[in-house]
């Protein structure tokens, strides 16, 4: 019996004994020591936490300092605070301001199904304080443990792309459901005069510069700050984002619009100097639709305005001058075409005019003339007055030559310079030599020398060679010359207006007494 007690008490003990030896190795593992001692070791999470004055900080927990100096702006404390809560919250001032009154204001930050559980605010009023609370769900009661190291990288990035933002021209803002402004960078902040440039000192709510619908947009949009008369601010604004939350950029856009201006200025002064211009004009854009015309165009080519606004193209333009015969008539319509084909080519390379006679009398100059972006220019200008003049003109010269050739006298017209520029028939039948038909100069040198080598020696050449080219007041003088075939000559110097002489020389009996100018009388 007593060796059985004594076999039960060593089977008891022999198990005591190993669970203490078990206990004492699991105690002992690595794993497990250190998670107890991470377990052990890991600081509860301290809340966020303010204690204001009205708008004075009197106390803050460390996370609620840490939250103040991360902060996007500089100013007051209660500035930085609104800073991070009014995107969040709303208008939190005017729940802040009523605190007295209510005593708690409980506030729950917008909610997004894209990111973490919204926060909480509780606001106090304690003895004349406000104590504000600030509280996240997701990380209510357990301390979140985070890398030295990856806390500075990141927080390097924060101070670099926060740096670049407010380095940025262009304005940009992020505005709430509700079309408020809740984030801006310095750039909005300073034209908006909701930050004061000295102290940074920043306003809340922000102000709204654009009036922009909500949502993204497909093309930039135009926008104005000022009224006209204070030199207002143009921009172009983009909006990118989800519909119920954008994002909004405003580059400026001062030099584009005052570049558009003077174009328009430009355009103006252009159409109403072509509108004066008795020349018609069609300016023809690449896909050769027709963009600009003058008034001068509708009376020349007697087309209607009707026809003209409606833009015609280049050929339309072309067939329906060909209609009202303003141009001239084609043998068929093929080489119409392509006489109209080759004519848009011409102007399109380069410069290229012609003339056309139309039916009724007229006559008009057509310039072609190319244009930056293929566009092509077409003048059309009446010169029947000038056309005519120069046929009259022409008429004119034609005569007076006829009614010299019908004289006996041989008659030869000299400029100051001694150019012999007309002559007669007789004038080619007496001495051989039609100078009408030379292409080259002929001078007095050249035809005294004629004179000379068909007479006998007589001064008189010399002394009509000099007599030509002199500059002063002359008289004319008359003077005979006898033909290497014994014939003799009358001749006469008559000087002209304009310092011009004429020659005469007709066949004659004896030879006259000569009758030298007083220059010549005085020699000898």
């Known amino acids: 019996m007593l060796e059985n007690w004594g076999l039960a008490l060593v089977i008891v003990a022999s198990s005591v004994a190993s669970a203490l030896i078990a206990l004492m190795l699991i105690s002992l593992a690595p794993g497990t020591g250190r998670r107890r001692a991470s377990a052990a070791e890991r600081p509860p999470l301290e809340e966020t936490v303010f204690l204001f004055d009205d708008q004075l900080l009197i106390?803050?927990?460390?996370?609620?300092?840490?939250?103040?100096?991360?902060?996007?702006?500089?100013?007051?404390?209660?500035?930085?605070?609104?800073?991070f809560l009014s995107p969040r919250f709303g208008d939190v001032s005017a729940d802040m301001a009523s605190l007295a009154d209510r005593g708690r204001v409980e506030l729950v930050s917008r909610s997004d199904a894209e990111t973490a559980a919204p926060l909480r605010l509780l606001a106090e009023d304690v003895n004349g304080l406000a104590r504000i609370t600030l509280i996240d769900p997701e990380a209510e009661g357990s301390g979140v443990l985070v890398d030295g190291l990856s806390q500075r990288a990141m927080e390097d990035e924060l101070a670099q792309l926060r740096a670049t933002v407010d380095a940025l021209p262009a304005l940009a803002w992020r505005e709430g459901p509700d079309g408020a402004v809740t984030w801006a960078n310095r750039a909005y902040l300073l034209h908006s005069d909701a930050i004061e440039a000295a102290d940074d000192t920043m306003v809340w709510p922000l102000p709204r510069l654009f009036d922009l619908p909500p949502g993204p947009a497909t093309a930039p949009r135009r926008c104005r700050l000022g009224d006209e008369g204070e030199h207002p601010?143009?921009?172009?604004?983009?909006?990118?984002?989800?519909?119920?939350?954008?994002?909004?950029?405003?580059?400026?856009?001062?030099?584009?619009?005052?570049?558009?201006?003077?174009?328009?200025?430009?355009?103006?002064?252009?159409?109403?100097?072509?509108?004066?211009?008795?020349?018609?004009?069609?300016?023809?854009?690449?896909?050769?639709?027709?963009?600009?015309?003058?008034?001068?165009?509708?009376?020349?080519?007697?087309?209607?305005?009707?026809?003209?606004?409606?833009?015609?193209?280049?050929?339309?333009?072309?067939?329906?001058?060909?209609?009202?015969?303003?141009?001239?008539?084609?043998?068929?319509y093929r080489s119409w075409r392509q006489q109209m084909t080759e004519l848009e080519q011409a102007a399109s390379a380069g410069y290229h005019a012609e003339t056309w006679s139309l039916s009724g009398g007229q006559t008009y100059r057509v310039t072609g003339r190319p244009h930056p972006g293929g566009a092509v220019a077409f003048l059309f200008e009446d010169i029947s007055a000038e056309v005519s003049l120069t046929r009259r003109f022409r008429a004119e010269l034609?005569?007076?030559?006829?009614?010299?050739?019908?004289?006996?006298?041989?008659?030869?017209?000299?400029?100051?310079?001694?150019?012999?520029?007309?002559?007669?028939?007789?004038?080619?039948?007496?001495?051989?030599?039609?100078?009408?038909?030379?292409?080259?100069?002929?001078?007095?040198?050249?035809?005294?020398?004629?004179?000379?080598?068909?007479?006998?020696?007589?001064?008189?050449?010399?002394?009509?060679?000099?007599?030509?080219?002199?500059?002063?007041?002359?008289?004319?003088?008359?003077?005979?010359?006898?033909?290497?075939?014994?014939?003799?000559?009358?001749?006469?110097?008559?000087?002209?207006?304009?310092?011009?002489?004429?020659?005469?020389?007709?066949?004659?009996?004896?030879?006259?007494?000569?009758?030298?100018?007083?220059?010549?009388?005085?020699?000898?």
Request: with cysteine.
């Open 398 to 524: 034609e005569l007076g030559q006829e009614v010299l050739d019908a004289l006996e006298e041989a008659v030869a017209v000299f400029l100051p310079s001694g150019d012999l520029v007309n002559s007669n028939a007789a004038y080619a039948r007496l001495w051989g030599v039609d100078p009408s038909s030379t292409l080259g100069r002929v001078t007095v040198l050249d035809a005294a020398r004629v004179w000379h080598d068909q007479c006998r020696p007589t001064p008189i050449w010399a002394e009509a060679r000099d007599f030509v080219v002199r500059l002063g007041d002359r008289a004319a003088w008359f003077a005979g010359a006898e033909l290497t075939d014994g014939r003799t000559l009358s001749c006469r110097f008559v000087p002209l207006s304009g310092g011009a002489t004429l020659a005469g020389f007709r066949l004659a009996g004896p030879l006259p007494a000569p009758r030298r100018p007083a220059a010549f009388a005085d020699i000898g």
């Open 59 to 83: 106390d803050a927990t460390p996370p609620a300092r840490a939250l103040l100096e991360a902060a996007a702006v500089s100013g007051s404390d209660w500035a930085r605070l609104l800073a």
């Open 233 to 332: 601010a143009w921009f172009d604004c983009y909006s990118v984002g989800p519909d119920h939350e954008g994002l909004h950029f405003a580059l400026p856009a001062d030099a584009a619009v005052r570049a558009e201006r003077s174009l328009r200025e430009f355009v103006q002064t252009l159409s109403k100097t072509f509108a004066d211009l008795p020349i018609g004009l069609a300016v023809f854009d690449r896909q050769r639709l027709l963009q600009m015309f003058n008034p001068a165009l509708v009376d020349l080519m007697q087309l209607g305005p009707d026809f003209l606004s409606a833009r015609p193209t280049l050929y339309a333009f072309l067939d329906r001058l060909r209609e009202t015969r303003m141009m001239p008539e084609p043998r068929d």
